[in-house]
């Protein structure tokens, strides 16, 4: 564990502690700091951070609910690791749950809330940083989604996007999957400013089908 990388981390924020433990944690599951199976040690976590077990126990259980930490009794938590058939199955779930939103979001997009999403897609055309272009790529999707006033349905989205992104943010930059994935957007957009649902949902189906095939073919080459 890059115990220096999370003490930094910690720094300037104002948040209280397992807040700030978890949203540690999770940047480096995210960014590839802290690898699938690697082995989160309580104690240590603590000591970085000056804490007690209890928030450090409570900063795991979150994340745990979150996909991103897998917590054993008696044998402490790992980063939890997928395989291609689990990727499979979350990207179907994602479509499920995105499709949907999109469907409840659509009739009450804003011209506001359209002109932000374009303003996101503009910045994501000039970003190569993985971090950076992740986040804008969800800032992108919840835009559109959030409009349809279904919080409860956010928060599964959250949870399933955050599972598969630390690999997507990873990977795909290197499998140039970035410019097509921006024209995807695009026409996305385009489909939302004319609320089409067809056509919005079925771009949005094959724009994640897409990059579950790419990300699911490079991880059984892994284990090849």
Same mark, same amino acid.
């Given at each position: 564990m890059d115990t220096k990388s999370l003490s930094h981390k910690k720094l300037g924020q104002r948040k209280n502690m397992p807040d700030i433990i978890a949203e540690a944690l999770r940047e480096a599951?995210?960014?590839?700091?802290l690898k699938g199976g690697e082995s989160l040690k309580q104690e240590e976590i603590a000591g970085i951070f000056n804490a007690s077990m209890i928030p450090v126990r409570e900063a795991l259980r979150r994340l745990e609910a979150q996909g991103l930490v897998k917590i054993f009794p008696n044998k402490g938590a790992i980063v939890s690791a997928l395989s291609a058939d689990e990727v499979r199955e979350l990207f179907e779930i994602r479509i499920l749950l995105e499709k949907g939103a999109l469907e409840f979001a659509i009739d009450n997009l804003t011209d506001e809330d359209l002109t932000y999403?374009?303003?996101?897609?503009? %910045?994501? =055309?000039?970003?190569? =940083?993985?971090?950076?272009?992740? %986040?804008?790529?969800? +800032?992108?999707?919840?835009?559109?989604?959030k409009a349809s006033g279904r919080m409860r349905l956010m928060e599964l989205i959250e949870n399933m996007h955050l599972n598969v992104e630390r690999y997507m943010r990873i990977y795909l930059l290197d499998m140039h999957y970035h410019p097509t994935s921006q024209?995807?957007?695009?026409?996305?957009?385009?489909?939302?400013?004319? +609320? =089409?649902?067809?056509?919005?949902?079925?771009?949005? %189906?094959?724009h994640m089908e +897409?990059?579950?095939?790419?990300?699911?073919?490079?991880l059984s080459s892994q284990t090849n």
């Open positions: 599951i995210l960014n590839g700091e999403a374009e303003s996101i897609l503009t %910045q994501m =055309d000039c970003i190569t =940083d993985g971090s950076t272009l992740s %986040q804008l790529n969800w +800032k992108f999707h919840f835009t559109i989604y024209e995807e957007h695009y026409k996305l957009l385009e489909a939302c400013k004319v +609320k =089409d649902s067809t056509t919005a949902c079925s771009l949005l %189906q094959n +897409k990059a579950c095939n790419l990300l699911a073919e490079f």
